[in-house]
Structure formats: C-alpha cells, structure tokens
C-alpha cells in the first residue's frame, strides 16, 4: 500500500495539489476510518524510529515519502494517508489498472481492522503499479524518475536483491507483518532490459526462511531470463 500512497503523492505534486517543497506539522495520532475515535502510532513498533523523533515539527512531505519507501515508516505513511486521502489514492491505482488492490486505512487502526476495512494488494497489482513507473505512465516522466531513484535506495535488501549478481540495480519495496514477507521490484541488468518481479508470501512464520525463499526465487528468474 505505500507504492500506491508514493504514486499519489507526486501525482498531486503534478497537478499542483501538493507544493513540491510543502511540509507538514507531523504528529503521531489519527483517527479510526470506523468512527473518528484517536489511536496513536508507538515508535518501538516501527521500523524506523527517526521518523517519530521529528514529531511536534514541520517536516518536507518528500522526506516523509522517502522515509515510507527506503524504511516503511508506518508514521510517514500515516501522515501522507491523511493528507492526500486514502480515497484518492484508491482512485488512482484504479485507473492505472489495478483490480484487487484496496488502500482503506492508515497502519494500525485497529477499530478498522476488526471491522475487516484492510489494506490488500496482489502480486499481478503491485507488477502493474511498477510497470507503469518504469514506464513513465504513473505520474509525470520526471515524478516516475524520482520514484525509481526513491525505490532504488531501499535498506532492506534481504529479499529479491539477495539472489541477483552484486552491484545489480533494483528498485524495489519490501513489506512484511507476522506470517507475511513481500518484495515487489524492478530490476535493471546490466545491459538488459528491465523487469518487473513480484514476490508475496504467506503461512512462513520465520521471516528470515521467507526472505531466503524470496532470494531463492530472485535467483531462478534472473538465470531463466537468459
């Protein structure tokens, strides 16, 4: 859900929605999508906790953006959901041809969860998400750069970079909850044309043996590309 938040984000930029050197007043409470009732996000529950250290200031909507992709920064994600509309972002991967693919709520509104009001995406979505940034069709030639270039600097590299030559360029978005490790990417061999993998899993409790598995299959598909 936080590649569709990232295209919607410099697709606002785009259409002069969003100030392209706009900031925000960051704060760590939200309301519920069910009733409006406050729930807060706790940094020792997030994968990155520089984010939370700049609560109660004014932060550049692009640092946020980059934080929810390069470090899945739940409290970015957050921030950019209640500004640009979970409704909006919804719309838009719609019309760049996802079908299964829902962007409801923020991380960790848990009234909306036990309503069943959840984030869901498939790997066929998330493929057609990335093919239409490579592509220059998700927002603006320029604004798709950015975004590979966002995704190209990614932290977590344990999953579809593992099993590709060293020094390979991926741009990718990895995701992962109790039970469930995702990497979606686009993948530039040298002197190649790029290609778009998508891996999701589910059932695998150890994330680790995911990653090994995602890594694994990373492996078969550069060597079957030839």
């Not at 972002?89 to 969860?113: P, Y």
């Not at 066929?124 to 093919?131: F, I, N």
Request: glycine share 8%; net charge positive; hydrophobic share 45%.
């Amino acid at each position: 859900m936080k590649v569709p938040v990232m295209i919607e984000y410099f697709r606002a930029v785009d259409a002069g929605r969003v100030r392209r050197d706009g900031e925000l007043l960051l704060s760590t409470q939200f309301r519920s999508i069910v009733d409006g009732s406050p729930y807060s996000l706790d940094a020792g529950v997030d994968s990155d906790s520089s984010v939370f250290e700049r609560a109660g200031q004014r932060v550049p909507l692009r640092w946020l953006v980059e934080r929810m992709i390069v470090r899945s920064s739940n409290l970015a994600t957050n921030a950019l959901i209640e500004l640009l509309d979970a409704r909006r972002v919804q719309a838009t991967i719609e019309a760049l041809g996802t079908t299964r693919t829902q962007v409801r709520r923020g991380v960790e509104d848990g009234k909306a969860f036990a309503a069943g009001l959840n984030n869901e995406t498939t790997a066929r979505d998330l493929a057609t998400l990335l093919e239409a940034i490579e592509l220059g069709k998700a927002a603006r030639r320029e604004s798709c750069a950015e975004m590979i270039e966002i995704l190209a600097a990614q932290e977590f590299n344990e999953e579809i970079p593992a099993g590709l030559p060293a020094g390979t360029r991926v741009a990718h978005k990895t995701g992962w909850i109790t039970g469930v490790t995702h990497d979606a990417a686009l993948v530039y061999p040298p002197g190649g044309k790029p290609y778009v993998l998508v891996v999701l899993t589910r059932g695998i409790r150890e994330r680790a043996a995911a990653q090994r598995l995602i890594a694994d299959i990373s492996r078969l598909v550069w060597a079957a590309r030839r």
